[in-house]
């Protein structure tokens, strides 16, 4: 089983930085497994935006701006956004494997954490 909540997400003036946090927990959760973060904007679908196991993966929208990285001492996962930009505006999924210790048998999510623009 395990439970993901996120949070730190809210409204940041274009070009401006924000710090999403992931808590994970649960008796299958490791934070050391391989850990994502997902974004959806409104009538598109969820993408990929950064992943990690034994090394940093980022979509090419997003890399050189954001920066994903855990502390195994806490259980949770951060997903660093600087210079942000209007596209950056969407609804930011944790995700952990639903087994195991990668993606291959499926994700569990998170709620959920809203970042806006102005």
């Known amino acids: 089983q395990v439970q993901l909540v996120e949070s730190g997400g809210g409204w940041v003036q274009i070009g401006g930085s924000l710090r999403l946090s992931c808590v994970g927990s649960g008796s299958d959760f490791s934070i050391n497994n391989a850990m994502a973060w997902y974004r959806q904007a409104p009538g598109e679908e969820r993408e990929l935006v950064a992943s990690i196991s034994s090394g940093a993966y980022y979509d090419h929208s997003v890399k050189g701006r954001f920066t994903i990285s855990r502390d195994s001492a806490k259980n949770t996962l951060y997903l660093q956004m600087n210079s942000l930009k209007p596209e950056d505006t969407a609804m930011y999924y944790c995700?952990?494997?639903?087994?195991?210790?990668?993606?291959?048998?499926?994700?569990?999510w998170g709620q959920g954490t809203q970042d806006h623009q102005d």
């Open positions: 995700a952990a494997p639903r087994h195991g210790s990668d993606f291959s048998k499926g994700h569990t």
